[in-house]
């Protein structure tokens, strides 16, 4: 499914599972009262005072996009400068076949 939206005051198009994907990856679990269970426990990753290895927050992501429908194809890290970057490649999920919770 296409989505249509405004960037930079232009109209453009992409794929309504990309936006869903963005919108799960940015949203904090539990913080939307119509949807609590849509987003990712940021607060736990993002705590200083907690260690926790790029590798999991890699499981814990992939994880949570397929609980959501999102079927996470391929991810990419991209490692900069103090920082690292997560490129996700993601499809909707087939969901025929599948009972009903």
Partial sequence: MIDVYIENGNFNAGD????KAKNILETQEGSLSYAPELGIDLKRFLDPDVKIQNRTFE???IQKLGEQGVNPIELIVNKET???VFDYTVAEADKEGFIAK
């Fill in 16 to 19: 309504t599972i990309v936006f």
């Fill in 59 to 61: 499981a814990y992501s």
């Fill in 82 to 84: 103090f920082r690292q």
